[in-house]
């Protein structure tokens, strides 16, 4: 995998759990929503709504409560309600960088390659995470599911909107894509990027991985840096 490591020109990233280490606020956003809706905390269908949560960690929002709430108004009263309780976790000073994430950007930007920060939230709170880890100058771009037109992951609609959007690199197996999700992983071999790597550091393991069909697993997104220098 050497010489297709090293050709690597464009490096799609996801935000919580890779980049952004967010202690399960996902989980406790969820709890507000769940009770915008009028689930009882501890009742079984809370408790299934939760699993389903966990188990689709890296997609759409929006799509996770459009799956759980049916109807689209209840849906999006869902959405708000998350959004706004993540906001606030998020103001409160609840992330953090994962170790090491913000010196690997800097390394792939200073390699040459362009970094793209993707995430399965709306803008609103993708700005807000961006703005609380000083970040929102780091990358020339950073795309959500409503800048790639609506869809988000496991569709490869934003990994490919990174390769048209910044024209980077001059073909998808020129493309990284990183995440701690299965759906991170699926959405990348969809847009056939060269390289997908699956993280430890956020919701899925190993087995999500390899069955989704990634190319590679790290140990966290720092260990990126080498792996495209053909040193590992």
């Known amino acids: 995998m050497t010489t297709e490591t090293r050709d690597i020109r464009l490096v799609v990233l ?6 952004v280490a967010d202690g399960g606020l996902v989980e406790r956003a969820f709890a507000a929503a769940a009770d915008e809706l009028g689930v009882e905390p501890g009742s079984a269908e809370h408790a299934e709504h939760l699993s389903y949560v966990r188990a689709t960690m890296g997609e759409s929002k929006i799509s996770v409560f459009r799956h759980l709430f049916g109807a689209e108004d209840r849906a999006q009263r869902a959405n708000t309600a998350f959004e706004k309780a993540y906001g606030e976790l998020v ?21 040459g390659r362009t970094v793209v920060l993707t995430t399965g939230f709306a803008r609103v709170t993708q700005d807000a995470v961006l703005a609380a880890l000083g970040w929102q100058d780091l990358v020339p771009l950073t795309l959500c599911p409503a800048d790639a037109g609506g869809r988000g992951r496991p569709y490869p609609d934003m990994v490919l909107e990174a390769f048209l959007r910044t024209k980077a690199a001059e073909d998808v197996t020129q493309v990284a894509v990183v995440g701690d999700t299965s759906y991170d992983v699926l959405s990348g071999v969809r847009a056939g990027a060269g390289l997908v790597a699956g993280v430890r550091t956020g919701a899925h393991g190993d087995d999500a991985f390899c069955a989704a069909g990634a190319t590679h697993v790290l140990d966290s997104v720092a260990a990126l840096p080498a792996l495209l220098a053909g040193d590992r």
């Open 14 to 19: 996801d935000m919580a759990g890779t980049t």
């Open 91 to 111: 103001e409160d000073g609840l992330i953090a960088p994962v170790p090491g994430a913000r010196e690997t950007i800097g390394e792939l930007a200073d390699s």
